[in-house]
Nanobody, 116 residues
Framework: QVQLVESGGGLVQPGGSLRLSCAASGFTFNSYAMRWYRQAPGKERELVAANVIAGGSNSYADSVKGRFTISRDNAKNTVYLQMTSLKPEDTAVYYC?????????WGQGTQVTVSS
């Protein structure tokens, strides 16, 4: 049974930091490209960060470059999103995504709220 379980969301003040985790199970994690998406109320889901293969280069949305870092630990079947210098516009539900060939899996999402 494939599972992607996000954790680490919450309420944080502007300028603060959070680290999201996504624990994967039920598939060969190290074969999959891992991505973080987010969706704010009334907006479309957008790609935030991507790690196609372990040790490869990462890519980021322009809005989060220099503030967010994606990483993965294949030994733990987990992908992370370190978020720093958070802004109110980062408020959204954050989703973990795993993709390989025709297989495309999503987590249930974790809420991140940036507010004073």
């Amino acid at each position: 049974q494939v599972q992607l379980v996000e954790s680490g969301g919450g309420l944080v003040q502007p300028g603060g930091s959070l680290r999201l985790s996504c624990a994967a199970s039920g598939f060969t994690f190290n074969s999959y490209a891992m991505r973080w998406y987010r969706q704010a109320p009334g907006k479309e889901r957008e790609l935030v960060a991507a790690n196609v293969i372990a040790g490869g280069s990462n890519s980021y949305a322009d809005s989060v470059k220099g503030r967010f870092t994606i990483s993965r630990d294949n030994a733990k079947n987990t992908v992370y999103l370190q978020m720093t210098s958070l802004k109110p516009e980062d408020t959204a539900v954050y989703y973990c995504n795993a993709r390989f060939w025709k297989y495309d899996y999503w987590g249930q999402g974790t809420q991140v709220t940036v507010s004073s």
